[in-house]
């Protein structure tokens, strides 16, 4: 009797600091926009598709670490801007995602697969990501790889890298369908550490040097502008503001998943004894 109380205490122990540990995977499907030099009103009316694999190990009920591996797909054009500045500029481009991510996760309410009671939780979660990206702009009907024509004048070797890193942040919603099965809904954004994700940044280049050291069609994707602004000016002139530096691109993932939950801790059952 006293070795099954034992037993019963320290497994209600165990359950009370490991409550739902174990592992979840499963996939997600939605939607991936960019903001940044070329949407930087916030237009979201051109969302790319996006998708992702999830792996996710539960410490408890409250807190988490997931692993994901995502793409995306994002483009934006001046032409759809409310800044006429920006629809003289006339640039646009597009790129493919693939991003790696781990994040912690942390459950505003007490989260137990299967309980009638705890079945759902917000939460919000930060972590760190890898990505890669590379924008394409099209270009006499085909698309042209932006980042090898040095478009804002950087030097051979100086062009900015493919593989960057990102702060991953956001909040999700989960909800039990089951024990095994839940549903994931997640509003995830990426504060990348790069702001070449558009091919945008800086200044435009002399035109001259820039065809000299990277051609012609350098010289037609780095300035695409309607030749003059409101007031007349020529936008493309050299030095002049082609993106603004001070804020790094973004990303923003909104997704629904589904999660299947291998198993929490578990006391063993209390049997009869072994026959001697």
């Known amino acids: 009797m006293k070795k099954l109380l034992y037993t019963f205490l320290i497994c209600s122990f165990a359950m009370t600091l490991f ?24 237009n979201v009316k051109s969302p790319g598709i996006a998708a992702g694999l ?12 997931k692993f994901g591996a995502n793409y995306g797909n994002v483009s934006a054009d001046d ?9 003289a500029r006339n640039l646009s481009f597009e790129s ?30 930060v972590g ?3 990505f890669y990206f590379n924008p394409l702009a099209e270009y ?22 493919t593989v960057q890193g990102a702060i991953a942040y956001g909040a999700g919603l989960k909800i039990d369908l089951s024990y095994e099965w839940s549903i994931n809904v997640e509003l995830s954004a990426r504060r990348l550490f790069t702001d070449y994700l558009d091919d945008v940044s800086t200044v435009y280049p002399d035109k001259d040097d820039l065809e000299s050291l990277r051609g012609p069609v350098a010289v037609a994707l780095s300035d695409r502008s309607l030749i ?27 997704g629904v ?11 063993p059952t209390y049997g009869s004894r072994k026959r001697r």
């Open 257 to 267: 998943g589904l999660v299947y939950y291998f198993g929490d801790l578990r006391c």
């Open 140 to 161: 006499e009907g085909e698309m042209v790889e932006l980042r090898d024509l040095g478009t804002e004048g950087q030097f051979l070797g100086e062009e900015y890298f």
């Open 79 to 87: 032409a759809d801007s409310k800044n006429s500045y920006e629809r």
């Open 19 to 42: 409550a739902q540990r174990g592992w979840e995977a499963g996939g997600w499907i939605g939607t991936s926009h960019y903001y940044g030099d070329i949407n930087s009103s916030i």
């Open 54 to 65: 999830i792996a996710r190990y539960n410490f408890n009920n409250r807190l988490c670490f």
């Open 228 to 254: 003059t602004d409101e007031v007349g000016g020529q936008i493309g002139q050299t030095g002049r503001q082609r993106g603004s530096s001070n804020n790094n691109d973004s990303i923003v993932y909104l």
């Open 128 to 130: 760190l990501s890898v």
């Open 96 to 125: 493919v995602l693939f991003d790696g991510t781990g994040q912690f996760e942390f459950n505003f309410l007490p989260y137990t697969h299967g309980s009638s009671d705890e079945f759902f939780t917000p939460y919000l979660f």
